[in-house]
């Protein structure tokens, strides 16, 4: 079947493709409307090494990095996307969905804080909440194993929590599945009913249908009537 039929039979079966694709079109506003966009903020923070580890770098912790630094960095993100710390923040008033992970590429213990939520202003304050609850927790770890001040790891926020960022992938991917699926399904539609128009003894014109076919059968009697005639 080439293009051209299949635009004879769009044609023909008019009455069955309209009210599909009236449908795809109110399927895909839905979609808009009840689909949200949603909208994403980050920070970058990075671990330091203790004042006590520092000393022989006149105290630049930028000059002392170790390996474990960045184990700290990653099992600290870790307990911050644990069930505990997401009860722990949501009762600090974190709202939408956080996550704490290794940087891409990173050479060294930087981790980026995230939050994504559906209202803008909610989400930077909750990225906030989110970047202090973290160095707060990596205190805790270590007063909980005794270790004293000049010897506790520290956090500094490289990148502060950025404005949100609006994400429409998602949206556009659902707008895009909806408007195909509701073609697809009004064009097989058209084509179900044509396909039964053309079984033998179920044939019933429909509105046009014979004019686009000619006069037919039953136009020929007439025609060889005038043929004989004098």
Not at 144 to 167: F, G, L, Y
């Amino acid at each position: 079947m080439d293009l051209a039929e299949i635009w004879r039979v769009m044609r023909r079966r008019w009455y069955v493709l309209l009210p599909g694709l009236l449908l795809t079109a109110a399927l895909t506003a839905a979609v808009y409307l009840l689909v949200p966009v949603e909208y994403v903020s980050q920070s970058t923070v990075t671990l330091l090494n203790s004042k006590k580890a520092t000393v022989a770098f006149d105290g630049n912790p930028f000059l002392s990095t170790q390996a474990s630094l960045t184990g700290m960095a990653d099992g600290l993100a870790r307990n911050l996307n644990s069930d505990d710390s997401v009860a722990d923040l949501k009762s600090l008033g974190v709202t939408g969905k956080h996550e704490a992970k290794i940087a891409d590429n990173a050479q060294g213990p930087f981790m980026w804080l995230s939050v994504t939520g559906t209202d803008p202003a909610a989400v930077l304050k909750s990225d906030e909440t989110f970047t202090a609850y973290a160095e707060k927790r990596l205190l805790e770890f270590q007063t909980q194993q005794s270790v004293t001040p000049e010897a506790m790891i520290r956090m500094a926020t490289i990148v502060p929590p950025q404005k949100p960022e609006a994400q429409t992938k998602t949206r556009l991917q659902y707008l895009i599945m909806a408007g195909v699926l509701g073609f697809v399904l009004s064009l097989v539609a058209a084509f179900f009913v044509e396909a039964r128009r053309r079984t033998p003894g179920k044939h019933r014109p429909a509105p046009g249908e014979a004019a686009e076919q000619g006069a037919g059968p039953a136009a020929e009697p007439a025609a060889a009537a005038a043929a004989g005639s004098p």
